[in-house]
């Protein structure tokens, strides 16, 4: 199994930049394809960001290209999602995940692991 623990989150204005990190347990991790999610609230959860286990391959939701960027660093067991020009509609608790499989996906159904989940908020 895998744990998950996020940080990095916190409060920034409108324009600025943040990087949520992800730590994971298990000398498996770097087997896995990791993502990102978000959910604000009184919505449903959103896909932000996959990658592939040696980070060949990335996907990012529409919402966040070109803004957001994930990442791993499979030597430090972590996985990033540096996130740049942030919008108050970025607000949202923002949950990794991982699954035990080499395709990305961004549906959270098929991921089997979840972090806690870290609050971002970004004030206008």
């Known amino acids: 199994q895998v744990q998950l623990v996020e940080s990095g989150g916190g409060l920034v204005q409108a324009g600025g930049s943040l990087r949520l990190s992800c730590a994971a347990s298990g000398r498996t991790f770097s087997r896995y394809t990791m993502g990102w999610f978000r959910q604000a609230p009184g919505k449903e959860r959103e896909f932000v960001g996959t990658?592939?286990?040696?980070?060949?391959?990335?996907g990012h939701a529409d919402s966040v290209k070109g803004r957001f960027t994930i990442s791993r660093d499979n030597a430090k067991n972590t996985v990033y999602l540096q996130m740049n020009s942030l919008k108050p509609e970025d607000t949202a608790v923002y949950y990794c995940a991982a699954r035990n499989s080499l395709s990305l996906s961004d549906s959270g159904r098929r991921y089997e692991y979840w972090g806690q989940g870290t609050q971002v908020t970004v004030s206008s």
């Open positions: 990658i592939s286990w040696d980070g060949g391959s990335t």
